[in-house]
């Protein structure tokens, strides 16, 4: 996993069309990356955003949003290993 700012992302084997893109996202969103086909979580501001705002660094599709606390991935550092569940309800 790689982290830019206050965005952890990594590849994935998925390949997606363009769905509901966003230049601005809301923290906690989960996003999709078409060009580097990577997963993304955005727990605050980018390198990219503006003031407060969130911003990837190229449009995402959104397709989820942590439910729990986001603060929790501000202790998450480069290259560390991450488990992602997804929890129905």
């Known amino acids: 996993m ?3 700012d206050d965005e952890i992302y990594f ?3 998925v390949i997606a069309p363009e769905e509901n893109q966003k230049e ?6 989960l996003g999709y990356w078409l060009p580097q086909k990577a997963f993304c979580i ?5 390198l990219a955003s503006k003031g407060d705002e969130t911003r990837p660094a190229n449009m995402v599709n ?3 949003r942590i439910t729990g606390d986001v603060t929790v991935l501000e202790r998450v550092y480069e290259g560390e290993r991450i488990v992602i569940d997804r929890v129905d309800g």
């Open 11 to 13: 590849s994935t084997s």
């Open 24 to 29: 601005l996202v809301e923290i906690g969103d």
């Open 2 to 4: 790689s982290r830019w």
């Open 42 to 46: 955005f727990f605050g501001p980018t």
């Open 62 to 64: 959104v397709f989820g």
